[in-house]
Each structure stands twice: as structure tokens, then as C-alpha cells.
């Protein structure tokens, strides 16, 4: 019974091994100027997890700054229309943002609670989560009904690896074409124009 007990065990760690696996199965979806894409499906949602990453000619604490001007972030974040801080406490934010979204298409805002966490190994990783009840809806826009994500910023010598990875429900009507395109563009747009503002 041993040796059976063993197998059984054994076939219980590889499904769940395996299934673990299929979670998390990303697929490279754009590889350019240092920068790769990868998209993973999400069970129970029609809408793509995206993962960007790429390496910095910088610091941790200029990109820290980057990442903590909440106005100004604005600037490099993909579609971003306007973005204020609504509340910070801690090692703890929430901030709002409205997104440009191409006709017909009703423009979407969000509300993000941000946490930083400090690792021994001098690394910063900043989870997101959508807090759509946060803040009374804005007319015009529709709210995004939800956001899991993370950055991640490992200093690699004169370098700092940087993750930025996220999984949205738009909320509302999104056609195909658009949310297919966003999980690609949202991720390289954003990296791009941040590495530029982070190796200047």
C-alpha cells in the first residue's frame, strides 16, 4: 500500500502541478525594443491577463519617483486622460484615472487602491486593485468594474528589472478588436514611454 499511497500522492502533485501551470500559461504576444508582451487567458473572463517586462537603464529611486507622481504618471501610462491621487495613508494609495478610448467606444475611468512593499532584496513591488465603489461614478464615463495587477522593480546592478502585469474587466461594451488590441498596447506603450522618461 505504501508504494501505492506514494503514486497516488505523486499524481495528486503533478495535476496540481499541471493545472498551476495552465493558470499561469503565458504566450508571448509582441517582443520589440526590449520589450516583451505576453498574454495569459483567464478563467471565466473573455478579457486577457498581460504581462510587460523589460530592463532600465536607471535607479530604483528615480523610477520610484516616476511610479509615486501620480499626476505626472499620466504621461507615460497607455491611454491616459487625466490621473489625481484621491488618498494616501501609509504605504497605501488610492488614485483616479480616466482613459481616452477610441470612438465609439464610451470613455472608462477607474479607481485603484496601490500597496508598496520593500523586499530585503531591494526590490518594490506595487499591487493594484480596482475599488470601483470608491468614488461616485462620472458622467460620461464608465467605471472599470475591476483590476488585479502588480509592478515590480528588481535593481539589477546599474539596471532595474521592471514587471508591470494586470488583469481588467472594462466594464460595460467593449468590442473584440479593441480589448484584443489593449492587452497588447497597454503593457508596451506604458513600459516604452516610462523607460524613456527613466533613462533620461
Known sequence: MGSLHRIAVLCGLTVLLVSTAQAEEWKTAKEEEGIKVSLSEVAGSQYKAYRG???MK???????????????ACAWIHECKTQKL?????????T?????????????????HVTTAEGAD???????EGQPKYLAEEKGFVRVAQ?????????KGDQ????????????GSVPSWLANKFVVDAPFNTLKALKERAEK
Request: zero cysteines.
Open 58 to 72: 536607471t535607479t530604483m529611486a528615480k523610477l520610484r519617483a516616476l511610479q509615486e507622481d501620480v499626476p505626472g
Open 122 to 128: 531591494g526590490s518594490l513591488t506595487r499591487e493594484l
Open 53 to 55: 517586462v523589460t530592463v
Open 86 to 94: 484621491l488618498k494616501h495613508e501609509g504605504n497605501q494609495s488610492w
Open 96 to 112: 483616479y484615472t480616466q482613459f481616452n478610448t477610441p470612438w465609439p467606444v464610451t470613455p472608462r475611468d477607474s479607481v485603484l
Open 160 to 171: 532595474v528589472e521592471v514587471t508591470y502585469q494586470a488583469h481588467t474587466e472594462p466594464g
Open 147 to 155: 483590476v488585479k495587477g502588480f509592478w515590480k522593480l528588481v535593481p
